[in-house]
């Protein structure tokens, strides 16, 4: 004789039907934590509550300090860079550069690994040089921003973003190409200069007005597409500020080129230096408002 119970135990539909298993407990936030933290465990218990069929949704708290962490990283290198150059300025002479020290001669002697490696590093890290990994690192940043511009194009269906995105790649081919320095010494070989200015300095004359009708253009278009973001648009000003104070210390450079070499390495290193934090500023921005704008575009229903 089988009990009642013992019939409920041995039915199919009880030895068939699922056992849920009970979800991990999400930690509770603490005001203690730093902010990123507390997002990270409020989105995990928002997943735990969102039905298995609706998709996720992009969290612009975690984005944004991941871009923060990022402008961090960016800005020390500037100063690295800049720091090590101030300290190039005692190997320089202090009257007139020789220009003969910028060529590379052939050896007279067998070349030492170790004193070889050393002037490779210098050169590297050289800010007053081309073709080395500080034009690289401005290069960089300058293409970034470009990509970030025309990622904003297609979020904001704005045309500026375009624009802008044009010019920042024209800028970072321009830094790692090398243009402006070429169309420098050919204005020298054509008599076409100011004063004291010397090769390959003059391209100021052709490349200044334009840069900056560009970049007060630029200033007032991003004003209107982050009004309701001062702070980021703050950022923004100065960063096109930093980088057009890089035109009038090239004139000031060269001057120094032929006064100086000293006082050219300490107005090359602030030149760079303002000019790489500049191009940091302006990525940073870049981004941050890209994963405003993709948050934006996320979160709007579908039509159906």
């Known amino acids: 004789m089988i009990s009642e119970g013992e019939h409920n135990l041995m039915s199919p539909e009880r030895s068939t039907a699922p056992i849920e298993k009970p979800a991990p407990p999400v930690e509770e936030a603490d005001a203690s934590r730093p902010p990123y933290i507390q997002s990270k465990i409020a989105g995990l218990k928002e997943a735990r509550k969102r039905p298995a069929d609706e998709p996720a949704t992009l969290e612009p708290g975690t984005l944004e300090h ?3 962490l990022l402008l961090y990283w960016l800005m020390g290198i500037a100063f690295f860079l800049a720091g090590v150059n101030l300290t190039f300025i005692p190997l320089e002479s202090p009257g007139s550069p020789n220009p003969a020290a910028k060529t590379i001669q052939p050896p007279a002697a067998p070349v030492h690994t170790f004193s070889e490696t050393k002037r490779f590093i210098k050169h590297q890290l050289d800010l007053d040089r081309e073709g080395n990994f500080a034009t690289w690192f401005s290069s960089a940043q300058l293409a970034l921003a470009g990509l970030a511009a025309m990622t904003l194009a297609a979020l904001r269906r704005k045309r500026g973003w375009l624009w802008i ?30 004063g004291f200015i010397v090769p390959p300095y003059p391209w100021v004359l052709i490349f200044a007005p334009p840069l900056l009708v560009f970049g007060v253009w630029m200033i007032g278009f991003v004003r209107r597409e982050l009004a309701d973001q001062p702070k980021l648009f703050k950022l923004a000003a100065l960063a096109v500020v930093l980088m057009a104070i890089s035109l009038p210390l090239e004139v000031l450079g060269g ?10 390495r300490l107005e090359s290193t602030f030149e760079e230096t303002f000019e790489m934090l500049g191009e940091s500023l302006l990525l940073y921005v870049m981004l941050r408002f890209v994963v405003r704008s993709l948050a934006n575009s996320l979160s709007k229903p579908r039509e159906t």
Not at 255 to 264: D, N
Request: proline share 0%; net charge negative.
């Open 66 to 68: 991941s871009v923060r």
């Open 165 to 194: 995105g044009f010019g920042l790649f024209y800028v970072s081919l321009d830094e790692l190409a090398q243009l402006h320095e070429w169309v420098g010494v050919m204005m020298w070989r054509s008599h076409l200069t100011l």
């Open 255 to 264: 001057h120094f080129e032929a006064t100086s070499g000293r006082m050219l």
